[in-house]
């Protein structure tokens, strides 16, 4: 479903990935750890190409996003190109990214409308169904002021599902939620992933990687250090550096 090929990313001198390579398949779980500033965000946006990369390259479902080969060199693909790949790549961030203008129900609505040229009235039974499913039908015409940190996100769940992406990137997606809402939105998260959907999950939730991840890639200094099944990373990492990091977040 996706596959990152030795992908290099710097930000001007600064090397920020270093070769890393992953591939994810379909119906997959991958949870990325690692220490802040290790490169996790910077490796989920270029899977979607949010930023770009200097070289390497990344497919998703087989097809390349972002640089392509013309003419025996490397260009940037065209802005329609990309934004269809880009529309089955779901992504939600740490800080929920709504349109505060646009009630809930709106939110889900616009990309699909936009982006797909949906027509409202098509998309509003799915938007509605996706509502049910974050169990948040009943604040369909609120506004994202009037909703807590984790019924914001969970807005933010189903507004990235009304494209029908075939893969869902997770940046952090509970870091700014109080205690007390953690839980919901993992909740959320872990009947998608029993429902099949292609994941990508960068989170310091141990437990949520512990219970539903099929696998668990380290990052560390911009390279991936290390990936393994829950239980081996968790219970016998074989890198230094893991165990380092894991004895400060478990
Ligand atoms: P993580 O998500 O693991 O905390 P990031 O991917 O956000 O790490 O950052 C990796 C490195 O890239 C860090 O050193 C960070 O300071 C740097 N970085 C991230 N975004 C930018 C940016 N837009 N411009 C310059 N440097 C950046
Ligand atoms: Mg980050």
């Given at each position: 479903?996706?596959?990152?090929?030795?992908?290099?990313?710097?930000?001007?001198?600064?090397?920020?990935?270093?070769?890393?390579?992953?591939?994810?398949?379909?119906?997959?779980?991958?949870?990325?750890?690692?220490?802040?500033?290790?490169?996790?965000?910077?490796?989920?946006?270029?899977?979607?190409?949010?930023?770009q990369i200097q070289d390497g390259a990344i497919e998703i479902e087989g097809k390349p996003i972002g640089l392509i080969e013309?003419?025996?060199?490397?260009?940037?693909?065209?802005?329609?190109?990309?934004?269809?790949?880009?529309?089955?790549?779901?992504?939600?961030?740490?800080?929920?990214?709504?349109?505060?203008?646009?009630?809930?129900?709106?939110?889900?609505?616009?990309?699909?409308?936009?982006?797909?040229?949906?027509?409202?009235?098509?998309?509003?039974p799915l938007a509605k169904e996706l509502l049910v499913k974050v169990g948040l039908a009943e604040k369909a015409h609120m506004?994202?002021?009037?909703?807590?940190?984790?019924?914001?996100?969970?807005?933010?769940?189903?507004?990235?599902?009304?494209?029908?992406?075939?893969?869902?990137?997770?940046?952090?997606?509970?870091?700014?939620?109080?205690?007390?809402?953690?839980?919901?939105?993992?909740?959320?998260?872990?009947?998608?992933?029993?429902?099949?959907?292609?994941?990508?999950?960068?989170?310091?939730?141990?437990?949520?990687?512990?219970?539903?991840?099929?696998?668990?890639?380290?990052?560390?200094?911009?390279?991936?250090?290390?990936?393994?099944?829950?239980?081996?990373?968790?219970?016998?990492?074989?890198?230094?550096r893991t165990q380092a990091f894991l004895s400060k977040v478990l």
């Open positions: 479903m996706i596959q990152v090929k030795h992908i290099h990313k710097f930000y001007g001198k600064h090397h920020v990935l270093k070769d890393v390579s992953l591939q994810v398949s379909k119906g997959e779980v991958v949870v990325i750890i690692g220490p802040s500033g290790s490169g996790k965000s910077t490796l989920l946006r270029c899977m979607n190409y949010l930023e013309r003419n025996g060199e490397k260009v940037e693909m065209p802005q329609k190109q990309l934004d269809q790949i880009r529309s089955e790549v779901g992504m939600v961030f740490q800080n929920f990214n709504l349109f505060p203008h646009l009630s809930v129900l709106d939110n889900i609505l616009m990309a699909p409308m936009t982006v797909k040229r949906t027509k409202r009235s098509d998309v509003e506004y994202p002021d009037h909703l807590s940190g984790g019924q914001k996100q969970r807005v933010a769940i189903a507004r990235a599902l009304a494209m029908q992406p075939k893969v869902m990137l997770f940046d952090e997606p509970t870091s700014a939620l109080d205690p007390e809402l953690v839980g919901e939105v993992l909740a959320v998260m872990k009947q998608l992933a029993a429902e099949g959907m292609t994941m990508v999950v960068v989170t310091h939730e141990m437990g949520f990687a512990k219970e539903v991840a099929d696998r668990v890639v380290v990052m560390d200094a911009g390279s991936l250090i290390e990936e393994g099944a829950p239980a081996k990373i968790f219970t016998a990492p074989e890198q230094q």
